[in-house]
C-alpha cells in the first residue's frame, strides 16, 4: 500500500489523472453529441421522406386536376365550335320575324285574290286583317295546327275552298 501511496503523491501521476479524467469527459461529450446527432439525422431523413412521399401525392393531385381541367376545356372548346357551328347555320336560316312576315304577306295575297277591285284600299285592309289573324293565331289551337301544317290557319275561311281561280290575272 505504501507504494500506491507513493505513486499517488507524484506530481506526475496527478498531472496523468487529471489529463485523463478531461479526455474520458471530452470523449463521453464527444459519444453523447455523436449519439444526438445521429437520432437528429434519423429524424430528418424520416422528415424527409414524409415531405417527399406529400409532394408526391400532391404532385399526383395536382397533375389530376390539371389533367381534369384540360378534359373540361377540351369539352368547352368543342361546344364552343359546335355552337359557333349551329349559330352560322341558325343564322343562315331565315328568322322568326321574316318568317312572320312571309306569313301575314302570303294571308293578305290570299285575301287579295278575293277582294281585287280597289287594289291599294284592298291591300292595306288585307294586310292589317292578316296581322290580326296571325297575332291572334300566334297562341291556342291555331298556333298548333300552323306548326304542325304551316299551310293551314293562315288564309279566310273561303281561301281554304279551292276559290285561288284568279291565279291567272
Same mark, same amino acid.
Given at each position: ?24 469527459? +471530452? ?12 437520432? !437528429? ?18 404532385? %399526383? ?13 377540351? %369539352? ?39 277582294? +281585287?277591285?280597289?287594289?291599294?284600299? +284592298? ?34 275561311? +273561303?281561301?281554304?275552298?279551292?276559290? !285561288? %281561280? !284568279? !291565279?291567272?290575272?
Amino acid at each position: 500500500m505504501e507504494t500506491f501511496l507513493n505513486i499517488i503523491q507524484e506530481r506526475f501521476v496527478w498531472g496523468l489523472a487529471i489529463g485523463l479524467a478531461l479526455t474520458f469527459f +471530452a470523449w463521453k461529450s464527444g459519444l453523447s453529441t455523436k449519439l444526438r446527432l445521429s437520432r !437528429d439525422v434519423r429524424r430528418l431523413e424520416n422528415e424527409l421522406r414524409e415531405l417527399q412521399s406529400h409532394l408526391n401525392t400532391q404532385l %399526383k393531385i395536382n397533375a389530376q386536376g390539371n389533367q381534369t381541367l384540360e378534359q373540361e376545356l377540351k %369539352k368547352l372548346r368543342e361546344q364552343n365550335e359546335n355552337l359557333r357551328v349551329s349559330l352560322a347555320t341558325a343564322q343562315g336560316k331565315p328568322g322568326r320575324a321574316e318568317l312572320r312576315q312571309y306569313q301575314v304577306m302570303e294571308a293578305a295575297v290570299r285575301q287579295m285574290r278575293e277582294q +281585287a277591285p280597289g287594289f291599294a284600299p +284592298a291591300w292595306e285592309k288585307a294586310v292589317r286583317h292578316a296581322e290580326v289573324e296571325i297575332e291572334a293565331g300566334e297562341n291556342g289551337l291555331k298556333k298548333l295546327v300552323r306548326k304542325v301544317i304551316p299551310g293551314i290557319g293562315m288564309g279566310t275561311p +273561303a281561301a281554304g275552298n279551292g276559290s !285561288d %281561280k !284568279d !291565279d291567272d290575272d
